[in-house]
């Protein structure tokens, strides 16, 4: 007997990009998505990631309070995140101060007003250079490595190998490396605050006849304890977002090595972005809990 002929639109070439998709003439048309439509998608995307990412954290603070405390794991980490990033901290801050100081020196020499050069200085280091600089490039280095480490681990199957041996991902991955971004962050901050300082030091010291003497003075005078507090105070914060972004993007790694490199690139991007935006918010915190 004849097998039946079933009517219905022809299957999708598993080569045709996602979207809708129409038939026209016996033909399988791809119809282009609308303006509203992909900015609808990539909301969605948007909600789904915070779900994710927000589910990840809760699951890896309740598997921290679970022996064993991964004391090893932790430490390793920190020498990973911590010490490895103090010459990029140490060189960029130096140049950014040096940068800093010579754009401040023209720009106020014009008006007479070149002794407020290191004022000017000290204050935009401890409020808001050091920390976010510093974040931003420590975050681009770690974050994308702790992407393209857990994405690894990812594709190769090795997270499931975790599980299936009756351990959590999450307290084996993800805690050591959000406690241990978190903790180190406020010291690479101050660090960045000392050289970034130190640097403009050097470079008024040689090319604008600014004694040291009298820069250490000047930003003590303008500096206080509160400014100080208010840029150290977002540093864990970052910590804790640059953490939590590389592992959920190493996690949610797909497609073998090629996956990987997306999921390095996506993450350098998204963690750039979060920082500035938990930047202003944490700033708007800051200047509530130490007003100027």
Sequence with gaps: MAREQTSGPPARPSSMPPGRVSVVGGQVVRETPGILERLGDKFTGFVGHMGLISR???GALRAATKRPF?????VDQIEAVGVTSIGIVAISSIFIGMVMAVQFAYGLQKFGGMEYTPRVIALSFARELAP???SIIVGGRIGSGMAAEVGSMSVTE????VRALGADPLKKLVWPRLIASTLVMPFLCALALVMGVGGALLITALQFDITPAFFYQSALSSTRLSDFLSGLFKTPFFGALIALIGCHMGMETRGGTAGVGMSTTRTVVAISIT????????TKVAIILWPA
């Design 56 to 58: 990840m954290t809760w």
């Design 70 to 74: 991964e004391w090893k794991a932790i």
């Design 132 to 134: 976010t600089l510093t």
């Design 158 to 161: 090795q997270v499931d190998a």
């Design 275 to 282: 920082i500035f935006v938990a930047d202003f918010l944490l």
